[in-house]
C-alpha cells in the first residue's frame, strides 16, 4: 500500500510539472522594479532580451541573509514568477556588491524561541524548492559570498556560474547544526556523495576555481571592475536559451529533473511522456517549417 501511495504521488507531481511547463497563461503583476526598498527586486528585460527576468536580492544590511521579509518577499515573487507564461528564463543575482546570499539571518534567528525556528527552517526549505521546481530555466550568477542556505538556494538553480572571486559553502557544522535547506540532499547529488559529506563535515569555503573543479557550478569567469561577472556570464547563456522553443525548453527540464530520480527505465518513461506533449503544438509545425525555409523559428509558446 505504502508503495501505491509513493507512486501515486510520483505520477500526480510529474503531471503538475508538466500541466506547469505547456499551459498559457497571463503575465501576472510583479514586485516594482523601481521600488529600491524591497529586499527582492524583479526586472524584466525587453528588447531582444525580452522573455529574460532578473530577480535581484537586495537586503544590503543583512548580506542578503534570509530574514521573514526577505523570505515572505521571495515566497510571494515566486509563486508569480511560476504563474507567468510569458518568462523564458530566470537569472537569480544579488543587487548587493560582493555577496551572493550569506545563509541565515544569525541575529534575527537568535531573537527567535526554540520553538519558532523548526518552522522557519521548513519555510526556507520550502521556498527553496519552489527555486527548484519552478517551469522555466533558473541560473544563478554567484559574484559573491554564496554560504549556508545562500549556497542552498544556488543549489536548487538549474545552472550555476560564479566569479573567480565568489566564495562558496556549506558552513552550518561550525554552528553545530546542519544544513537546513535542503543541502544535504542536493549538493550529494550534483558533487557526489564522498565529497559532498567532505565539505559538510569540515564546513569548507570555496573559491569558484575550486567550484568549478569538482563540478558544483557550470562555469567560472575572472571577476571584472564592476563585480558583476557572474551575472554577465550568466546573461549570456540566458540569451542562448531564449530563441529555442520554450515548451520545449520547459518538458526537458522535467524530463532531465524528474528522469534522475528514478531508474533508466523509468526515466525514459518520463522522456517519452514529455515528448508526447509536444508533438499537436504550433511550435514544433513552426521549427519544422522553419528549417525546411532555412529561416529562424518565430516560436509563440503553444
Known amino acids: 500500500m505504502a508503495s501505491l501511495v509513493a507512486s501515486v504521488r510520483v505520477a500526480n507531481s510529474f503531471r503538475h510539472l508538466c500541466a506547469c511547463a505547456v499551459r498559457t497563461l497571463s503575465t501576472s503583476a510583479m514586485p516594482n522594479p523601481k521600488d529600491e526598498a524591497r529586499e527582492v527586486i524583479v526586472n524584466y528585460l525587453d528588447g531582444k532580451d525580452n522573455g529574460i527576468a532578473v530577480l535581484g536580492l537586495n537586503r544590503p544590511v543583512a548580506r542578503n541573509s534570509f530574514g521573514k521579509t526577505l523570505v515572505s518577499q521571495l515566497n510571494e515573487t515566486l509563486a508569480a514568477i511560476r504563474q507567468n507564461n510569458k518568462l523564458r528564463v530566470l537569472i537569480v543575482r544579488s543587487l548587493v556588491p560582493k555577496v551572493f546570499c550569506a545563509g541565515a539571518d544569525l541575529r534575527e534567528r537568535l531573537k527567535m524561541d526554540t520553538s519558532e525556528v523548526p518552522g522557519f527552517v521548513s519555510s526556507i526549505r520550502g521556498l ?43 558552513v552550518e557544522t561550525k554552528l553545530a547544526i546542519i544544513p537546513g535547506g535542503g543541502g544535504t540532499q542536493r549538493l550529494p547529488r550534483i558533487v557526489g556523495v564522498a565529497k559532498a559529506k567532505e565539505l559538510i563535515y569540515t564546513a569548507r569555503i570555496l573559491d569558484g576555481e575550486q567550484a568549478m573543479q569538482i563540478g558544483l557550478v557550470n562555469e567560472v569567469v575572472p571577476q571584472n571592475k564592476i563585480g558583476d561577472a557572474a551575472y554577465q556570464t550568466a546573461l549570456a547563456i540566458a540569451r542562448e536559451i531564449l530563441p529555442n522553443g520554450p515548451i520545449g525548453v520547459r518538458l526537458a527540464k522535467v524530463a532531465i529533473s524528474k528522469g534522475t530520480e528514478m531508474s533508466l527505465e523509468d526515466g525514459l518513461e518520463v522522456e517519452k511522456q514529455c515528448y508526447s506533449k509536444i508533438v499537436d503544438t504550433k511550435d514544433r509545425i513552426e521549427g519544422l517549417a522553419a528549417f525546411a525555409a532555412k529561416r529562424v523559428p518565430v516560436y509563440q509558446g503553444a
Request: zero cysteines; charged letters at 20%; hydrophobic letters at 45%.
Open 128 to 170: 527553496i524548492s519552489d527555486m527548484e521546481t519552478l517551469p522555466t530555466p533558473v541560473i544563478s550568477a554567484i559574484d559573491g559570498y554564496a554560504l549556508g542556505g545562500g549556497l542552498e538556494l544556488a543549489l536548487a538553480t538549474d545552472i550555476r556560474v560564479a566569479s573567480s572571486e565568489a566564495k562558496m559553502g556549506l
